[in-house]
DNA sequence: CTGCAAAATGTAACCGATAACATCTTTTAC
DNA sequence: GTAAAAGATGTTATCGGTTACATTTTGCAG
């Protein structure tokens, strides 16, 4: 790999003529800038990007922390941040973190030893060291999806409790009055956001709420179906199943399938993400729709933003999420069957 | 940012003595080891690491080229090659091409520019530079998945004639004679290798390839639909769908529920790469399994290989596959329908 | 043709670490 | 006690660019 100073002895200048032949063009007169170009195409010189990084101490790279990459949903908002990042001229660094503390830490110190600019982390963790807390400045982090409550960092998030409540009308309004919930993770921020307002649109509405209709899910397909065995068990069957994410509610939709019973006949089914296969489950899931994309890709805007101090306090960007009603829920059937 | 100068002030010995405490303790005496380590927590001082990658040449990083990140197959392959990297000690710039050429070649330039050592192609395009074909070395690039067929390239693949042939015999075996086959992208080989194995398998068993039972898809849901639309609407409809991955059957057997027509009853479907949707589908799916994550961390660890010098000829790996037999597929219908 | 401003080009410090080599100090052996 | 060996530490060039500043060349007015 040849460099610049090869390129300059070939040229018959010296390496500041060539750096400017390449950065200010305008600089350097016509004649010398043919003959530069020429020991550059003849010598094939590539300039060492890491060499300037390096002494820029930007690094053009982000790095996006997150909890599994095989997750339909996180697919989305690393298509959208992977977008936005590189038509800024930014590098996405990708981190399957398996929501594991110690991972993120690690991944942070991307930060901290110079070989990243900045974190997008999708979970609601804080993978600075504690003694990074004190500064009042923001850190070169931005949160997305499922938010940490800290001032320093700027979020994108969705009103998770505000959707969780409008999916749960939706099924109160068909009638249901036994409306299962299958949650995420405990630790998890959303899972309480969403059932939050799962209760709030049930005291709305006069209803009680009943603890055995709440089951724990992880966001995966195995652990709805469980959520729907138990559920079925149950000796006081819900109507309802609102699953916090699409991947829990094909689960379940496949164990109700299997016991017999009728989506929505039976029992209604709802999710939340609106992944693509959703639109293609059977029956079609009635779903939140969240732009996901759009999360990715504000989340690194955002990130630049701060990077360039553009952004001097912490914002909260809020996306508009939608209900999407398809035939996964119907009508609570007739009381004869409670 | 403190430095190692500034380190070596504090500690009152010289750049040499800090840099040996951190990378060979046992040359610096326990006395100064402890002076310089107090220096270090003091100044809370984190070695650059971009000025060693500069230094050393190696960035300690790897690109891989996926085509759509927003696809559960690759979300597989890039869990693996992420945790393979991690493992070796190398981060994982992940580059979402979107099957473009140039977008291919751009991220090819991160290595020419000593920004990444080497390269993950899972797709077939060989995104480096023609003049840099002259050579006869092995470029630091590995291609997985998707192959492009280049001596210099090692390759982890697997075998998708026999693995479509296989499938097709299953179908045969159940008395299956219309068979259709839903295609991917024209311009991809696993389509043609796929194709291959579908029409050996017909011919094994002595029968003609009909035309009008290949349609043309691209790899997603609504294209599988689209299909199942096209053959079900034929004269002569086929007894079953084999689809060159899963997406597309389930996109076909949201056609043909919505069509009344039961599966596998009327219509069998196939799949392939069993994602984990598939098990869930409605029936579930039988589809060919692939090991998604291996390929990943076969790829990368071929590549590290190939960094090193370990690998002097590129070799070829070719994976196993299995034919995962579910409820989408069942003995052909009479010939009453036919 | 001279003089001076503007344009073009060159020189060298710098980014932060590493490591070869030089130098200084402490053991060890006789 | 001293020489040689071993151990500890220091000095400095180096990686490949960028850029402030210095210097040279060019252009144009007078």
């Known amino acids: 790999m040849s460099t610049i100073r090869e390129v300059a002895d070939r040229a018959g200048v010296s390496v500041a003529t060539v750096s400017r032949t390449l950065q ?61 990042a590189a038509s800024q001229g930014y590098s996405l660094l990708l981190m399957n973190t398996m929501g594991n503390d110690e991972i993120e830490r690690n991944c942070a110190k991307l930060v901290d030893t110079s070989q990243a600019d900045g974190v997008i982390q999708l979970r609601a963790f804080n993978p600075f060291a504690p003694d990074q807390f004190q500064s009042e400045a923001l850190l070169p982090m931005v949160n997305a999806c499922e938010i940490v409550d800290d001032a320093r960092f700027p979020t994108v998030t969705l009103d998770n409790r505000a959707a969780a409540k409008a999916m749960t009308e939706h099924l109160i309004s068909l ?14 921020p959303l899972t309480r956001d969403r059932l939050a307002g799962y209760e709030d649109a049930l005291k709305a509405a006069g209803l009680s709420i009943d603890e055995s209709l709440l089951c724990a899910g992880d966001f995966t397909l195995a652990s709805g179906y469980r959520a729907a065995t138990t559920l079925l068990s149950l000796p006081n069957r819900p109507t309802a199943i609102f699953c916090e994410n699409d991947e829990m509610a094909m689960g379940a939709m496949r164990k109700v399938r299997e016991a017999g019973l009728s989506i929505p006949g039976d029992i209604s089914i709802a999710g939340f993400d609106n992944i693509a296969f959703s639109a293609y489950a059977e029956p079609p899931l009635t779903t939140i729709a969240q732009p996901a994309e759009e999360f990715g890709e504000t989340a690194v805007n955002l990130l630049i933003d701060v990077l360039n101090g553009k952004t001097k306090r912490a914002i909260k960007v809020i996306l508009p999420f939608e209900v999407i009603t398809r035939q996964s829920t119907g009508p609570a059937p007739t009381t004869a069957n409670l």
């Open 24 to 84: 200010q063009p305008d600089r350097v007169s016509p004649k010398t800038r043919v003959r530069v170009q020429e020991a550059i195409d003849h010598l094939g010189y590539k300039p060492n990007l890491m060499a300037v990084k390096f002494r820029s101490g930007k690094t053009q790279v982000l790095v996006a922390l997150v909890p599994t990459v095989a997750n339909v949903f996180f697919a989305r908002v690393i298509k959208g941040m992977q977008e936005a």
């Open 175 to 188: 009638g249901h009055r036994r409306i299962a919930m299958v949650k995420g993770p405990q630790s998890s």
